[in-house]
């Protein structure tokens, strides 16, 4: 290796050098998520000698800090002889101040992408295997291509228990972990794939109502219209440093944060934004998210609710069984008490389908309002009332009743506007500029609604982005309606988003089936 | 869906409209390889109006053309209002004008992902599903997650005989197809994976000094140092258009042309680039690319070398004969006559490594030269003997006697000469101007040589893209050396290159195993 004498710094033993790497970064003003980009002239003396061309994988570094960045090169005149280029994500992950140079140069080889082919090919994936590919995801030296892979192959050839202990073990390690000086820390989460099943910010309500604690993280959508984050940052900053989340802990007694904010698990942002683009979610990386993000929270008592229905996340009792096994097993090897409650997934819960739509029904539950949808209220007190038991707040058997109480007499309302309050403010969810009805299109009464075609419908009216957009649901199971009749009505933020979402459904006439009586 | 009246068009059924979403098109000067970007302003209305955020996934659409793109948004003052940045790749694929203006609208939703899930997840790919899913690649709206994870299923799910003969159809009826008007029309093919096989130009040469017609169009390196197309582009012009190509051929009776650039099987070169940034090449696909673009070409008649070693692509006899078996079965469910040979792939053939390298072996073994690399010329014997037998050009067990006669007479170096004219005039392959020895660290005697990782050492050195570059081997099995007698030289264009590769041959001392005598 050449390389000039160079003080030994945080990444000194990473990359090539030479004495000629050094460039002026340029903030180029350009954003692209999180996507590291370097734009680079195509006659740039070191694009020359080091062999870089348009799609390099290169190594950034300012001595501070590093990263792998994707190269486009420029076209003369775009940038000055011995300028570089970086995207907003670079410069904000260099930590980059203006006039400051960095040193562009070979990656190492990615040598955890062989552990990736050995599980494509049908490898067991081995503990070492695993950190060394989450090690990767968290440094950013997987590009979506290699990202794509691994989460593909995590679904085509399913994780055992072991490797979705290491999986999990991976996950975390990467990130923050946090301690509470309490015990029990209890939690709970909803193995996803049910519109609307927002009943996370209501148990939160009830549980530190009755003197738990419940530091609860949550995530934001994966393939849904809405995580649970998503929807909560209607009402309040979620958004928390570790900080800031301890105190609001400590005064209130719990909180309901973004995990991704306390950098826990850190590998599953990465992984997510892969996951949505390709809408798959696979059991072994789903056990991992969930697990490493509540151990890494410091819980030792979880709550895990299984929708199951056709058209759910899990669509057979069988399959919630296994998974159910899947996750108490995994838990367990990390000391961690879990019960599953496997709940009827065949229909959306409450009324609204996205973020801001979702919160509005939390509000109502928690408000005891007499419009307040019934089926997210019962499921709320259910959840909680099991939690409650599970981290021995009540005597077994008695737990529903104090969670009805709780809700009823209002403490558990007060204790969510306190919990806002300390987050940074309660503030009230957005409603949309557009909203359309889609009506039925015949007379008689419901008989199944597809859970995933009407997400998707949500999601093409823009949410979780647009915060105010997805889908108001009029209908259940079992109603009976007449032709012309709403049964739901899409919200949008902007226009062309609600013609999207109108198309999709003018193809999609069967997302409510309709029989006739 | 709202939108405006319009003159119905090549695009006019696909996507979206409104009266404002006409951008005046600016070209970037951003070189990105292939992948279409579009930049827009952070605050352009079109943006706000139809939800548009950064990596969103855009169709943009300048009447004659349209494609999909990714988005990119820039800070204020990098764009004028009402302007739209195109990269090089999407103002070419448009075949844009100056001062033409494009619509950017929302694409329609890729359907065939759902097709790309179900074989994630076990089920097989019916022929309307990989047909949806290849056109989806051609038109350019598979994003590099979307290519990454069509290409992992289809190496951890490998694909039944079914799966292959659709997927084999689907890449050939994607793209342009040749009809010749004589019969046979022969072909031949190696299943890569052993550095320096560079038998085609030299089986060319004396196939078509005998009578035979051969329109050879090969491909550039998928994850080797080098393809066949690579390496004769250092001595012809190899991207010949199909006119030019037919009119080689109807002059010559053969040619040696790049199939990227006739437009045989495009799916493909969107595909290679992937496998080649993962390193992955799964037997399904290994065998739709072969045989689509041997079949697009119009061959009635091909041979395949598949070379086994336990460092080649085929690992054993056993795998070998499992993929002449498919390779053989979908060929004859497209009425072609192959023959496979099965040849020893423990070690690189010739001498170099790397698309110039390999070309003055490939010259040497034409000219008969003293010092020409026998194993490349008794390969290439061997091979072009059995393609004239199925070729019909001689009576079976006659081909080898005749293949070497046309070789020692010189007639294949004359007809290789007339090839390289008529596609434009032969040239010198480049040297490369930085070399460096590796050398033994100890006496005895050459047991194994690793063609991967001695392939990746020329790769690190910057072959392909660096035509120069590669290594030139000293040494074969059973070699004796000394200790700090040179194995092989690395070449490079760049020195950062060369350091690039020397520290890996520095982490990698058993690359070319010695045993003590």
Redesign the interface.
């Known amino acids: 290796?050449?390389g000039e004498n160079e003080k030994t710094g945080p990444d000194s033993d990473d990359g090539?050098r030479?004495a000629t790497d050094v460039l002026l970064a340029r903030r180029?003003?350009?954003?692209?998520?999180n996507?590291a980009i370097v734009?680079m002239s195509?006659d740039c003396p070191?694009c020359?000698?080091?062999?870089f061309?348009?799609?390099s994988r290169v190594r950034v570094s300012n001595g501070k800090n590093s990263l792998i960045a994707t190269l486009?090169?420029?076209?003369?005149?775009?940038l000055k002889n011995g300028e570089v280029g970086l995207?907003?994500a670079a410069w904000d992950r260099l930590q980059m101040e203006e006039e400051e140079t960095v040193r562009v140069?070979?990656p190492r080889?990615l040598d955890s992408?062989s552990n990736?082919?050995g599980k494509?090919?049908?490898q067991r994936l081995k503990t070492h295997a695993v950190k060394a590919i989450i090690d990767d995801v968290v440094a950013g030296r997987y590009?979506?291509?290699?990202?794509?892979?691994f989460?593909?192959?995590c679904?085509?050839?399913p994780l055992d228990h072991a490797e979705m202990v290491a999986l999990t073990d991976a996950m975390i390690t990467a990130g923050s972990r946090l301690h509470w000086d309490r015990n029990p820390v209890v939690d709970k989460h909803c193995v996803g794939g049910l519109p609307g099943n927002r009943t996370t910010p209501i148990i939160v309500a009830i549980a530190v109502a009755c003197g738990l604690t419940m530091p609860k993280t949550s995530s934001r959508a994966i393939t849904s219209p809405a995580g649970t984050a998503d929807t909560m940052e209607t009402l309040a900053p979620v958004d928390l440093d570790i900080a800031t989340m301890r105190k609001v802990v400590e005064q209130e007694g719990g909180c309901i944060a973004w995990g991704g904010a306390v950098k826990l698990s850190p590998a599953d942002d990465s992984l997510i934004r892969?996951e949505r683009?390709?809408?798959?979610d696979s059991e072994g990386q789903l056990v991992a998210s969930v697990l490493s993000k509540k151990i890494a929270a410091g819980s030792t008592h979880v709550l895990l609710d299984l929708p199951v229905g056709p058209t759910a996340k899990v669509r057979s009792q069988d399959s919630a069984r296994a998974l159910s096994a899947n996750l108490m097993a995994v838990a367990e090897t990390f000391g961690v008490q879990t019960r599953t409650i496997i709940t009827d997934g065949r229909q959306p819960v409450g009324r609204g389908i996205g973020p801001a739509l979702e919160a509005h029904d939390v509000i109502n539950v928690l408000r005891g309002d007499m419009d307040a949808p019934n089926d997210l209220r019962e499921r709320s007190i259910a959840l909680a009332g099991s939690l409650l038991e599970l981290g021995g707040a009540v005597p077994a058997g008695t737990g529903v009743k104090l969670a009805t109480q709780t809700l009823e007499e209002g403490r558990a309302w007060q204790k969510f506007q306190q919990i806002c309050e300390a987050q940074g403010g309660m503030r009230e969810p957005p409603k949309a500029l557009y909203s359309r009805p889609v009506t039925a299109n015949r007379t008689g009464k419901i008989s199944t609604i597809d859970n995933r075609r009407l997400a998707?419908v949500a999601k093409?009216a823009?949410a979780p982005?647009?915060k105010a957009a997805g889908v108001e649901i009029h209908i259940r199971i079992g109603s009976k309606v007449s032709a012309g009749e709403p049964l739901y009505s899409i919200h949008?933020?902007?226009?062309?988003?609600l013609?999207?979402s109108?198309?999709?459904v003018a193809a999609n006439e069967d997302i409510i089936d309709i029989t006739e009586t």
Not at 143 to 149: K, N, P, T, Y
Not at 492 to 497: K, M, S, T
């Open positions: 290796m050449t090539h030479s180029m003003g350009i954003y692209t998520q996507e734009f195509r070191i020359v000698s080091e062999g061309g348009a799609q486009y090169q420029t076209a003369p005149g775009l995207s907003e140069s070979h080889p992408l990736l082919r494509v090919y049908g590009s979506d291509i290699h990202l794509s892979s989460i593909t192959a679904s085509a050839r892969v683009a390709l809408n798959l998707q093409l823009g982005d647009a949008a933020e902007a226009p062309g988003e013609d999207y109108l198309d999709y």
